[in-house]
């Protein structure tokens, strides 16, 4: 061995460890002008012990005592950054919330941010919460320009910081503010991305628990489009992410009570304007029971009260219209609690009194409340003409380019390390490079090889190929060739079945030859459907409702005979598909399920319009599919094939089939399924065209 290669072998063996060596000094370079930072402190066992006690005395309605023995507590011991960031938060939302007093919660917040804003490379999450809590104070302002940005900076700031999951419900505030500037479709975007975001934290706090109203807030901005379905189908999301959740959080009765009664008042509402009276009383009457107690949310209780009074006018039914009044009525002189009646919740009174006097004809009463109506109406849209000039997508953009001039100047700061890396790159990079020269020889003679083998490798695939097409074409062949046959043999054995003089024996050999040439037939036909090509289907516009209908319609009596019961629910849609395959691929399901679902079960059929697509369900409630078995059901000529309920054969064929033709249309099919409890498949077809958007 020369001198060269020995060079070579011993930088080859070593390279690793030299580049080690290497960036380690180059990373000690910036720390050696750092102090190590700081830990931050955590909550004292005093001041966890106070705010516990006035968290309780608050929620009996003792307020100001409350804070009282907050400022008592806190000279019995030495308080710590921490505890002294808590006390000011507590101080800030129950001025905020519950006093409704900006100016005193502001100096609060002030306080706090005095405290944090320059240790807030220490204390991250603090100055975090702090924006947001600068955020929610600029929102009840209704400075939606300065709340948006105050969620920006805190959302920036955790984003680089923090985790995501501290981040989230930032992203959540942000929709919020879009809500209430009436950007609805901004709104359902945004939180849509927040509850995203919030998929991979599960926490075991209330805050988790809390989720629900991001379901709740674009059920409302759905609610606000006048798109009322959708809006009923987040307000029910919302209300089973409760009780899925609802488990976790035994202490925490009051506020799950709380949650439930204003997605219900939510719901009630939108079914007054779908015009389900009787299920729009059920609701609104079920969140006022729930809300019009103390420590619940009995604010929200005076929505729902509005809303069923609007009901009640609406199908005029004064009398409980009057009795709805006067609860309102003394409700707004008289509240409950140390939170007054909402100045839109009164402006909502004063019309709906209007209202009621116009039905009724007294004309004077009707002026006087349309009076009080009209003047404070003024007075709202002259506080939201002056707010209304915020450009959110604008300061969004700004904040945008601000952020990366700080980034600029960072990494300005940077350029002198960047600078020192590279020499000491350089270094290391010869060193490579020298072992690559020597290597570069032998790595060329491995490329020609490799060459020939991925030539040989290419023809070997091309023949496969070719072999894989012409095996599917005699299948075909032979299998179109059977059916003839096939048929012949059903039609000659049910012709000899009608022989009245038959041996029991005979007839019984019968059964079974047709039993067998129908299981064949059944098999040929799949056969003849595998391979479906996206060029040869033949589509156009089906009404895909009718189209359900007539599968059902023709399924009902298979399904008789196992004594099951096939429920349809559908909207109108046109769709530009293949009218066969897509019969092909509903009928195939049903009677799967039909198939493996025992005598006696419901099988449901379900069609729902989306945004972008239709989603159709088929549900059913049979002995599910196996565990070990769901990576193969459509798979071909795979070991998923199983017995039905009663016997009946499957050959394994058909989902394979069901998930070309779908996939030919461009849209997805997939399934859930537990054991012994039932399967529902899923298929959703999207609106490929300008047409069927527009139908």
């Known amino acids: 061995m020369d001198y060269s290669k020995k060079i070579a072998v011993l930088l080859t063996k070593h390279i690793f460890f030299i580049g080690i060596y ?210 009923v189908t987040y307000y029910k999301m919302s209300l089973a992410f409760i009780d899925q959740n609802a488990a976790r959080f035994p202490k925490d009765s009051i506020f799950i009570g709380s949650a439930r009664g204003v997605v219900y008042g939510n719901l009630g509402g939108t079914y007054a304007k779908q015009g389900a009276y009787k299920l729009s009383e059920k609701y609104l009457k079920k969140s006022i029971m729930l809300n019009d107690r103390p420590r619940f949310e009995q604010i929200d209780a005076q929505t729902a009260k509005l809303k069923l009074w609007d009901l009640y006018l609406s199908v005029a039914d004064f009398k409980k219209a009057d009795l709805m009044f006067k609860d309102l009525w003394s409700t707004f002189l008289h509240p409950p609690s140390e939170r007054q009646m909402p100045i839109d919740y009164r402006l909502k009174m004063f019309q709906l009194r209007w209202k009621y006097f116009d039905q009724q004809n007294m004309g004077v009463e009707a002026y006087r409340w349309r009076k009080k109506y009209n003047h404070l109406k003024d007075s709202l849209d002259n506080i939201a003409q002056i707010n209304h000039d915020a450009n959110l997508d604008q300061i969004f953009k700004l904040n945008d380019k601000d952020n990366e001039l700080l980034l600029l100047a960072k990494d300005n700061s940077l350029k002198r390390t960047y600078i020192i890396a590279f020499i000491f790159c350089l270094l290391i990079g010869a060193c490579t490079l020298f072992v690559v020269w020597q290597n570069w020889k032998n790595s060329k003679k491995l490329n020609l090889k490799i060459t020939r083998q991925n030539f040989n490798m290419t023809k070997a695939l091309e023949a496969l190929q070719q072999s894989q097409e012409e095996n599917t074409r005699i299948v075909k062949i032979v299998a179109h060739d059977l059916r003839n046959p096939m048929a012949i043999t059903i039609s000659i054995a049910n012709i000899m079945l009608q022989n009245d003089h038959l041996l029991d024996a005979d007839k019984e050999m019968l059964e079974l030859l047709k039993t067998s040439s129908n299981h064949s037939l059944d098999m040929i036909a799949d056969l003849l459907s595998m391979n479906v090509d996206k060029t040869d289907l033949k589509k156009d516009e089906v009404e895909l409702h009718e189209l359900l209908n007539y599968c059902v319609g023709l399924l009902n009596f298979k399904a008789a005979e196992k004594e099951q019961r096939i429920v349809l629910r559908t909207q109108n849609v046109t769709l530009f598909i293949s009218r066969e395959k897509i019969w092909r691929v509903i009928s195939n399901l049903i009677v799967n399920a039909i198939k493996f679902s025992d005598k006696g079960t419901v099988i449901n059929v379900d069609m729902v319009r989306e945004p972008k697509s239709v989603l159709i369900t088929i549900k059913d409630n049979g002995i599910g599919i196996p565990d070990e078995l769901k990576d193969k059901v459509f798979n071909m000529f795979s070991d998923a094939r199983r017995l039905g309920t009663s016997g009946e054969v499957s050959f394994g064929l058909g989902l394979t089939i069901c998930k070309q033709i779908i996939e030919a249309h461009d849209g997805e099919i997939w399934f859930e399924s537990e054991l012994n409890k039932g399967t529902t498949f899923f298929i959703r077809l999207p609106f490929s065209t300008a047409f069927d958007k527009a139908n």
């Open 22 to 231: 290497l960036w380690f000094g180059i990373l000690l370079l910036p720390s050696c002008r750092k102090s190590t930072p700081q830990q931050p402190e955590v909550l004292s066992s005093g001041a966890i012990t106070a705010l516990d006690k006035a968290e309780v005395m608050i929620g009996y309605g003792h307020g100001m005592e409350a804070l009282t023995y907050l400022d008592s507590a806190y000279k019995t011991f030495e308080p710590n950054t921490k505890d002294l960031f808590e006390k000011y938060r507590y101080n800030f939302q129950y001025y905020l919330v519950k006093r409704n007093d900006m100016a005193t919660a502001g100096s609060y917040l002030d306080s706090l941010f005095f405290m944090i804003k320059e240790r807030k490379e220490i204390y991250k999450k603090e100055y975090v919460t702090a924006l947001f809590l600068r955020g929610n104070l600029e929102l009840k302002r209704r400075q939606y320009e300065h709340a948006f940005k105050c969620y920006y900076d805190a959302r920036t700031f955790a984003m680089e910081n923090l985790n995501i999951c501290d981040a989230y419900a930032i992203t959540n505030k942000i929709g919020l503010i879009r809500y209430q500037e009436k950007q609805y479709q901004k709104a359902i975007i945004d939180i849509k991305q927040a509850l995203v975001e919030s998929k991979s934290c599960k926490g075991s706090n209330i805050n988790d628990l809390s989720k629900h109203g991001y379901f709740n807030t674009i059920g409302l901005c759905f609610e606000k489009l006048n798109q009322l379905d959708s809006a």
